[in-house]
Every structure is written in structure tokens, then in C-alpha cells.
């Protein structure tokens, strides 16, 4: 039974988060939740998309739909990251506002912010420099998501509210050897490394880059927590200018320290070499978590079990054991 529970669009569903979130929604009991995989609904179509909220009413979205990739996919297709995140997002929040949608969660990313940010990073560093050359424009997209709530909150009142998530991992991520991002990429080369004996495993980059890595269930529970959030808490923590929260653990490792932890899960004894001819991307992006901290949320897996969670789940999900 639906009867008064908010109807729940979760753009994006088949995806890692996507897919995390409609488990955290469930788990509260919130059944009424409407789901479109890309062959129903195209959310860069403009016609496809307004077609569905006249259609479907719809009283919250969690926007997880965009095109993803890691450092190599960012930088081969920048077009396609540019073309596709603008557009689902612009589509899906003019849409949402044209049909009287109040609520809405847009997911961007913590490489919205400058190169060379301060550590660790808060959200009012937002456009105070350069951005990463290897992902600039997926990242210009995402700033322009958290523009567009800002502004149609602003001149509309609606109540569309930005997480910035840190570098996510876990259930029902994409393995893909070139385009996934690293956790996804390193467990599966380790695991075939591992099956055929391989003497050494490669990694990209010098390993000396910095990153803070966030279980894709802790993303989705923050994501329901910041949806659910009372009005006056959520914006009495942000301002109308600089309106996203950061989502992350706080702590942050190298590639090599994680590489090592990687192959000791996968249970690969080999050598790890680094390929300095591959970019490290950003130096460090640790984000600044206090704001929503403060508002009550905090992350709970630890890397060393989620990378064991992880890797179970590419064995169940690939059939590999
Ligand atoms: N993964 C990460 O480390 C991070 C992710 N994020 C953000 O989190 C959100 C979710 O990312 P994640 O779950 O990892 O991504 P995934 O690639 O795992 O999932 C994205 C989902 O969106 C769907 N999708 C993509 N483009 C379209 C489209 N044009 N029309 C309809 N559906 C579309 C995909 O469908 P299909 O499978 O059919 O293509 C897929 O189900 C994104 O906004 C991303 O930018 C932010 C920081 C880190
Ligand atoms: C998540 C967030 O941030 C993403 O950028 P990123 O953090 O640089 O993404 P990444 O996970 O691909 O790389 C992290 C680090 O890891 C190193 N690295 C080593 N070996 C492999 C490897 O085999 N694959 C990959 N992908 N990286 C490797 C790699 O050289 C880099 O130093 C954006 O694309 C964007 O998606 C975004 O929103």
C-alpha cells in the first residue's frame, strides 16, 4: 500500500548509487517509487522527459542519472560528459519545476572544486580556481546542476537541494577495465592477476595522488537523510550562493596504500608496479564534512570491510567464484 507516502522518482536506478538508493528507500518502508531505465525514459531528450512528469506525478526525485566515468573516460570523452550531464539535468529540473515538483536531490561530484583547493575542501571553495584539466567538463556541468537548484529555488521557491558525493565504491559499480573508476578498476586486476598468475599488477600514475573513498550505502543513506531534512535545517546550514553539502568519510589514502589494500582483499601476493605515463588527476580532493556532520550525518563503513563487501560483489555479480 501507497496510501500517503511521497511518490519517488529515482533517476539513475540501475546505477551504483542509483540502485543504493532505491535499497535505503526501501528499507524505510517508502514503496512508492517510480523507476525508468534509460531505453523507457532518455533524459537528454527534452520531449521524453516532459512527456514523463505530465504523466507521472511525481512528489520527490533523487537525481542519479549522469553520465560517469573515471580519470581516463573523463578525459577520452569530454564531450559526451559535457553533453549528456547538462542535459539530463537541465531537462529533468525544468521538468520537475514545469510539474510542480517541490523536492529534488542533485548529485554532483567533489571534482566540482579547484585543482589546488585548500585541504580539506569546504563547500564555500566552490569557483575560486582552476579546475581539474582531466575531468574540467563534467565538473563544469555539475557546478551548473547546483546553479540550477540554486536558481530555481531562488526565483521559484522550490526546494531542490546538491550533495557533492566524494569518490563512491561498492555494490553494483562498473567494472569496465578502462572507463570505471579506481576501486572497480583495481579489484577486478587484481582478480584476474590473481587467477592467472600474474607476476606483477599495474597501476596508474605515480600512486602518490590522494583520495577519500565513501561506501555507496553510506551515499545513499546521506542522500535520504539530506532529502528528508526539514526545510529550515537544510538551508540554515547552507546559504542561497553556496547551497550543496559535501558527502564523504574525512579521511583520505594514496593509489599505493590503496593498491595494497586491494590486492591483500583480492588475495593477489604479486608485485605492484606504477605507470607514471597515466595521469593522477587532482593531487588530493579530502572534503571538508563538518556542515553535514553538524547536521547530524556521518559515514559509517570502514574502507578495509567495504573493499571486502565490494569485492564479493563483483564475484557475485560476475559469477566469478
Ligand atoms: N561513482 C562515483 O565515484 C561518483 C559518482 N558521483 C555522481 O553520483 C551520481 C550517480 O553516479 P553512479 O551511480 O556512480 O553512476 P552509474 O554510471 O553507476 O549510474 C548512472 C545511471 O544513470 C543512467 N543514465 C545515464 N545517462 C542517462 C540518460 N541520458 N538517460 C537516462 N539514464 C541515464 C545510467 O543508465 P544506463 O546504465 O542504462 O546507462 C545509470 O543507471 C552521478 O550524478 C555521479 O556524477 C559523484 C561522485 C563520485
Ligand atoms: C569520482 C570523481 O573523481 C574522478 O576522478 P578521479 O578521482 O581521478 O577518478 P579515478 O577513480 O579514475 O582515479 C583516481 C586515481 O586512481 C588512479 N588509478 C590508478 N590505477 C587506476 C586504474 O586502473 N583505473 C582508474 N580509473 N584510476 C586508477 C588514477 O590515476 C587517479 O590518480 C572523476 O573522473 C569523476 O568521476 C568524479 O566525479
Not at 31 to 38: E, F, L, W
Not at 208 to 235: G, N, T, W
Not at 251 to 262: F, K, M, Y
Request: hydrophobic share 40%.
Amino acid at each position: 500500500m501507497h496510501t500517503a507516502q511521497p511518490r519517488i522518482f529515482v533517476a539513475g536506478h540501475r546505477g551504483l548509487v542509483g540502485s543504493a538508493i532505491v535499497r535505503a528507500l526501501h528499507a524505510q518502508g517508502l514503496t512508492n517509487i517510480v523507476t525508468r531505465s534509460r531505453a523507457e525514459l532518455e533524459l537528454t531528450d527534452q520531449a521524453q522527459v516532459r512527456a514523463f512528469f505530465q504523466s507521472e506525478h511525481i512528489d520527490q526525485i533523487y537525481l542519479a542519472a549522469a553520465r560517469v566515468g573515471g580519470i581516463h573516460a573523463n578525459n577520452t570523452y569530454p564531450a559526451e560528459f559535457i553533453y549528456d550531464n547538462t542535459m539530463v539535468q537541465a531537462n529533468v529540473v525544468h521538468e520537475a519545476w514545469r510539474n510542480g515538483v517541490h523536492k529534488l536531490l542533485f548529485l554532483g561530484s567533489s571534482c566540482i572544486y579547484p585543482r589546488l583547493a585548500e585541504q580539506p575542501i569546504r563547500e564555500e571553495y566552490l569557483m575560486n580556481g582552476i579546475l581539474e584539466p582531466t575531468n574540467e567538463p563534467y565538473a563544469m556541468a555539475k557546478i551548473a546542476g547546483i546553479k540550477l537548484c540554486e536558481s530555481y529555488n531562488r526565483q521559484y521557491g522550490t526546494d531542490y537541494r546538491c550533495v557533492m558525493p566524494t569518490n563512491l565504491y561498492g555494490p553494483g559499480d562498473n567494472y569496465h577495465p578502462q572507463n570505471s573508476h579506481v576501486i572497480p578498476a583495481l579489484i577486478r586486476r587484481f582478480h584476474e592477476a590473481k587467477i592467472v598468475g600474474a607476476g606483477e599488477v599495474v597501476i596508474w600514475g605515480s600512486g602518490k595522488a590522494m583520495r577519500e573513498f565513501l561506501y555507496v550505502d553510506d551515499m545513499a543513506a546521506a542522500s535520504v537523510y539530506v532529502m528528508q531534512l526539514d526545510p529550515a535545517s537544510y538551508h540554515a546550514n547552507t546559504d542561497p550562493m553556496h547551497s550543496h553539502l559535501n558527502v564523504g568519510t574525512g579521511s583520505d589514502t594514496t593509489i599505493g596504500e590503496l593498491a595494497s589494500l586491494i590486492g591483500k582483499t583480492v588475495g593477489y601476493d604479486g608485485q605492484i608496479v606504477f605507470d607514471p605515463s597515466k595521469p593522477d588527476g587532482t593531487p588530493r580532493k579530502l572534503l571538508d564534512v563538518s556542515k553535514l556532520t553538524s547536521l547530524g550525518w556521518s559515514a559509517r563503513m570502514p574502507l578495509d570491510v567495504g573493499l571486502q563487501h565490494a569485492y564479493r560483489s563483483f564475484l557475485d555479480t560476475n559469477k566469478l567464484y
